[in-house]
């Protein structure tokens, strides 16, 4: 079975500062995605950055990059030079790559960017 | 419109009520899905449809019933349900043969009273 572990239930970062989400997962399949959705408070999610497990370079996406350890099996997010728009929920997701695709949801990290 | 659209957005209804969510795609995709978010606890996936067939029912209460008439709609219609079943529910839907993101609606907050 897989499983996704957030343990920063609520972070802070000053604003124009670099914050780091982190995420470990759990699976025994060999293929994999790993994905980080944000949700503000209008309750939408947001795709923001995926990370397929074959990939040999981190996933980059404007000021999102994700720091993909394979073997330590974790997948952190950081955003650099945060934004008080940034300031949502913050869920690492995973699913396997094949026809039963579907997400798996870590318990998120509450964001709150300071002024 | 485009993405996915979830109607209604908020929904207060009484124990004995019936009542159904429904979500509509503009993308071409051949999946959808029922998520529901309580507090404090993670996304729960409720229901998986691909290509207009359930295959992913999660334990979940019969008092949800979940209908996928075409790939672009899926409703969740809802009886006799319970307090606890106050949550955000969340449909997405993804295109299955590409390892491509799922696109989420923007919920419908439910309270049962």
Known sequence: AQKITQTQPGMFVQEKEAVT???????????YGLF???QPSSGEMIFLIYQ???DQQNATEGRYSLNFQKARKSANLV???????????YFCAMTRMDSSYKLIFGSGTRLLVRP | ETGVTQTPRHLV?????????KCEQHLGHNAMYWYKQSAKKPLELMFVYNFKEQTENNSVPSRFSPECPNSSHLFLHLHTLQPED??????ASSQVSENTEAFFGQGTRLTVV
Request: with cysteine.
């Open chain 1, 21 to 31: 989400l982190d995420c470990t997962y759990d699976t025994s399949d060999p293929s």
């Open chain 1, 36 to 38: 980080w959705y944000k």
């Open chain 1, 52 to 54: 397929g497990s074959y």
């Open chain 1, 79 to 89: 955003i650099s030079a945060s934004q008080l728009g940034d300031s949502a929920m």
């Open chain 2, 13 to 21: 209804m009484g124990m004995t009520n019936k009542k159904s969510l």
């Open chain 2, 86 to 91: 106050s949550a955000l529910y969340l449909c």
